[in-house]
């Protein structure tokens, strides 16, 4: 298991779940976790369940993706609140945690990595 | 501003949000997700019932439970951004003698430094911002509580799901603005009372 994971933070559950889906499939070694709405049902983001995420994962090193605004101001939060290294990257969530997770199964390192995501970086 | 009194204006506060649900959610609908409503009032029942179970008997205490629930609880933006202003509050209340004024400022400055919006954005800011004015003044009134919400109409969003829909946020009070002026108004009738 590689020291580096990813944490994928979407407001609305299928959105999580499918992503995570898609993106296991090119990086079945990397640690991956999801969180999806505030509920399987209600839509939204929670600073608790964000902060539970990045604790479940097994990588000190996170790279962390979101979809809109206010996931990024809980995952903020939650940043400040852990004691892991995370990186939180303005970039369209599909596109952007399918570059990190494959590339971190093949091996490349996180500043090449962050290299490839720069350009793809979006106003969120 | 002594615990008896952030107790009450909490129960106040909370009681506005209760029955202001709906038209918080009305706000939020034409350029938001409509949801203020029912977060704010989530996350003002969790602080009541915390009130009622954990009974804090120093406002550092009260300060440190709005915090955590409203943080956790109210969900959305508005989350992280009451619960940043609330830890901002408490952080400056642990000063000796530091006026009520700096210690609302120091809320209004954890919701800049969290949700990065700038004046006349369009947020709550713009309620806050002119709330600490007038407080430093001693000038603070239920009017210039109102004026600060209604001044948040005209305005285009710059930040958050408002900036969305551009254009079409103009015309509309900011939702976040209105609960904060929920807010002052509860803090200005615990203080009368």
């Given at each position: 298991?590689?020291?580096?994971?990813?944490?994928?933070i979407?407001?609305v559950y299928?959105?999580?779940e499918g992503?995570?889906r898609?993106?296991?499939?090119?990086?079945?070694?990397?640690?991956i976790?999801?969180?999806g709405?505030?509920?399987?049902?209600?839509?939204g983001?929670?600073?608790?369940?964000?902060?539970?995420?990045?604790?479940?994962?097994q990588a000190?090193?996170?790279?962390?993706?979101?979809?809109?605004?206010?996931?990024?101001m809980?995952?903020?939060?939650a940043?400040?609140?852990?004691?892991?290294?995370?990186?939180i990257?303005?970039?369209?969530?599909?596109?952007?945690?399918?570059?990190?997770?494959a590339l971190?199964?093949?091996?490349?390192?996180?500043d090449?990595?962050?290299?490839?995501?720069?350009?793809?970086q979006?106003?969120? | 501003?002594?615990?008896?009194t952030g107790?009450r204006?909490?129960?106040?506060?909370?009681?506005?949000?209760q029955?202001e649900?709906?038209?918080?959610t009305?706000?939020?609908?034409?350029?938001?997700?409509?949801?203020?409503?029912?977060?704010?009032?989530?996350?003002?029942?969790?602080?009541?019932?915390a009130?009622?179970?954990?009974?804090p008997?120093?406002?550092?205490?009260?300060?440190k439970l709005?915090t955590t629930?409203?943080?956790?609880?109210?969900?959305?933006a508005s989350?992280?951004?009451?619960?940043?202003a609330?830890m901002?509050?408490?952080?400056a209340?642990?000063?000796?003698?530091?006026?009520w004024?700096a210690?609302?400022?120091?809320?209004?400055?954890?919701?800049?430094?969290?949700g990065?919006?700038?004046?006349?954005d369009?947020?709550?800011?713009?309620v806050w911002i002119p709330?600490v004015?007038?407080?430093?003044?001693?000038?603070?009134?239920?009017?210039?509580?109102d004026?600060?919400?209604?001044?948040?109409?005209p305005?285009?969003?710059k930040k958050?799901?408002?900036s969305?829909v551009?254009?079409?946020s103009?015309?509309?009070i900011?939702p976040g603005?209105?609960?904060?002026?929920?807010?002052?108004?509860?803090?200005?009738?615990?203080?009368?009372?």
């Amino acid at each position: 298991m590689a020291d580096t994971g990813i944490i994928i933070i979407s407001h609305v559950y299928e959105i999580a779940e499918g992503i995570n889906r898609l993106i296991q499939e090119v990086a079945g070694d990397v640690s991956i976790k999801v969180v999806g709405g505030l509920s399987k049902s209600e839509i939204g983001t929670s600073f608790d369940s964000i902060l539970e995420a990045i604790n479940e994962n097994q990588a000190d090193n996170l790279l962390a993706f979101y979809d809109l605004g206010s996931a990024k101001m809980n995952l903020e939060m939650a940043k400040e609140m852990s004691d892991k290294s995370i990186t939180i990257y303005d970039v369209p969530l599909v596109e952007g945690s399918y570059i990190a997770a494959a590339l971190l199964q093949a091996g490349v390192s996180k500043d090449d990595i962050e290299q490839q995501l720069k350009e793809i970086q979006i106003a969120k | 501003m002594n615990v008896e009194t952030g107790i009450r204006w909490m129960e106040l506060f909370n009681e506005k949000v209760q029955a202001e649900k709906d038209y918080l959610t009305q706000l939020d609908t034409p350029i938001g997700d409509s949801d203020h409503g029912n977060n704010m009032s989530r996350g003002m029942t969790h602080v009541i019932e915390a009130i009622e179970t954990q009974k804090p008997d120093s406002l550092e205490e009260l300060l440190k439970l709005i915090t955590t629930n409203l943080l956790s609880k109210v969900g959305g933006a508005s989350g992280p951004l009451y619960g940043s202003a609330f830890m901002g509050m408490l952080k400056a209340q642990k000063e000796d003698n530091i006026p009520w004024s700096a210690v609302i400022k120091s809320g209004l400055e954890s919701i800049q430094k969290r949700g990065k919006a700038e004046a006349f954005d369009k947020t709550m800011i713009d309620v806050w911002i002119p709330v600490v004015e007038a407080l430093e003044n001693n000038q603070l009134t239920d009017a210039v509580i109102d004026q600060a919400v209604e001044s948040t109409k005209p305005l285009k969003a710059k930040k958050g799901r408002a900036s969305y829909v551009g254009e079409r946020s103009i015309g509309h009070i900011d939702p976040g603005a209105y609960s904060s002026g929920l807010l002052f108004h509860a803090m200005l009738e615990a203080e009368a009372e």
